[in-house]
Each structure stands twice: as structure tokens, then as C-alpha cells.
């Protein structure tokens, strides 16, 4: 899961990219509204973090962009505690959520899972999947109660799959949303991902679609392509 923080204080901003990448998500960022409107709308995220007081382009602005672009990437929004005002303009803009400066970071944390979820179309904190269950709330991962040991790369890659179950998602995709922008990038390494995922795991549930990518569901919930 790829996350963008669009924050000009840099104290800040590093205090979110640890957080953050603490809870297993991979994460961008960009000190200033034109920067990061223009990285909103070239690379994909499952999540924005937008300050609304950003130099060069405000944040109230770049939220109307994108959504005038027809951007739809659930983005939460930073105010002023005083500023009711750009609450209500924030999400007349096409915010989905806001949160008062300042915060707490298991607030900000829980808010971000919150609109993940619900762009996917979860309710749960905790996704399941025949006995696998993994619980966003603490990036951890079960097989029938029995804890599993995953790589950060490894529990983003699930925890994509788990939150699209039933969906068939290429490996460009899981590609776009497993590595931040700086990373180097390689759609191959997918395939060894996926293949320490299933030794681990131990129960078939990620299924090769051929020529399209991979879909996770347990057999016999719904028609199988052939794998």
C-alpha cells in the first residue's frame, strides 16, 4: 500500500514518513502543492496526506485539480485547529476526512487504514481470507491463530491483495503500489514475491490468472480461471 505525504514542515513530514512506514506502507512525499499535484497525478496511491497551508500551490487547490481531473484517491486533509473554515471548504473540495493540527499520530494512523478500507470496500480492521487473517491496525499476519513472519514487502504485497480479494490485479499494478517513487522498480520481482508468499502462507489461495496477473480468494468461493 503507497502512501503520499504533501508537507512543507519538515519535522513534520518525517515524523508522518516514519509513522507511516513503520505501519508497512510505502511512502512518497513533497514539501510543496505544485510538486505534489503534479505527483498525485502521475503516480498511483491508495492515500493522500494533504496540508492545506503548502508554498507555490495551496492545498485547497490542488484538491480541487484533481478532483476536476477526475482524480478519485481518497486524500485526508491537514487544517488549522482554529480554521473551521477550511474544514468545510476541504471537504466541499472532495476531501474525505481532515484532522486538526495538532494530532495525534495514532489518530492520523488509524484515519489513513479508515479511508484505505473504505475505498476497497472493507468495513474490518481485519481482512480475512479463508484462515488468513491480517489485521491492519497492527500489520500483522495469522494462518489458522498461528502468527506469520512477512518482510515489509511482503505484507504490502498481501495486504494489497487482501484488500482487492476476488479482483484480478496485474503486476504492474502490484508493482505501483508495493514500491515508493525512488525505489528501483522491477515487475519481475513480483513473481519471487509472490512465490515466498505462498510457501509461507501454505494455503492456495493466490491464484495465477494467466496473462492478466494474480487474484487472491479461496477456492471455491467463485470461478477459478485456470492457474
Excluded at 14 to 20: D, H, I, N, R
Excluded at 59 to 70: D, E, P, S
Aim: aromatic content about 6%; glycine content about 8%.
Amino acid at each position: 500500500m503507497r502512501v503520499l505525504v504533501i508537507e512543507d514542515e519538515h519535522t513534520l513530514q518525517g515524523q508522518l514518513v516514519k509513522a507511516l512506514t513503520a505501519q508497512g506502507y510505502a511512502v512518497d512525499t513533497a514539501d510543496n502543492g505544485e510538486d505534489g499535484h503534479y505527483m498525485g497525478e502521475t503516480e498511483p496511491y491508495d492515500v493522500v496526506v494533504l496540508d492545506l497551508g503548502l508554498p507555490v500551490l495551496d492545498g485547497l487547490t490542488v484538491l480541487k485539480r484533481w478532483r476536476a481531473a477526475g482524480l478519485a484517491t481518497p486524500v485526508l486533509i491537514l487544517t488549522a485547529r482554529s480554521s473551521w473554515q477550511e474544514k468545510v471548504d476541504g471537504i466541499d473540495a472532495g476531501a474525505d476526512d481532515y484532522l486538526a493540527k495538532p494530532f495525534r499520530m495514532e489518530e492520523l494512523l488509524a484515519r489513513v487504514r479508515a479511508l484505505i478500507r473504505r475505498a476497497s470496500g472493507h468495513a474490518s480492521s481485519e481482512l480475512i481470507c479463508g484462515p488468513i487473517r491480517l489485521d491492519t491496525r497492527s500489520s500483522s499476519v495469522s494462518v489458522d491463530g498461528i502468527p506469520l513472519s512477512l518482510t515489509s514487502h511482503e505484507y504490502r504485497l498481501l495486504a494489497y491483495l487482501m484488500h482487492h480479494q476476488g479482483k484480478v490485479v496485474s503486476r504492474t499494478e502490484l508493482t505501483e503500489h508495493l514500491y515508493a517513487q525512488d525505489f528501483d522498480r522491477d515487475s519481475n520481482t513480483i513473481e519471487v514475491f509472490i512465490g515466498r508468499l505462498r510457501r509461507k502462507l501454505g494455503v492456495d489461495v493466490i491464484h495465477t490468472v494467466r496473462g492478466l496477473g494474480y487474484r487472491m480468494e479461496m477456492r471455491g468461493d467463485t470461478p477459478q480461471d485456470p492457474t
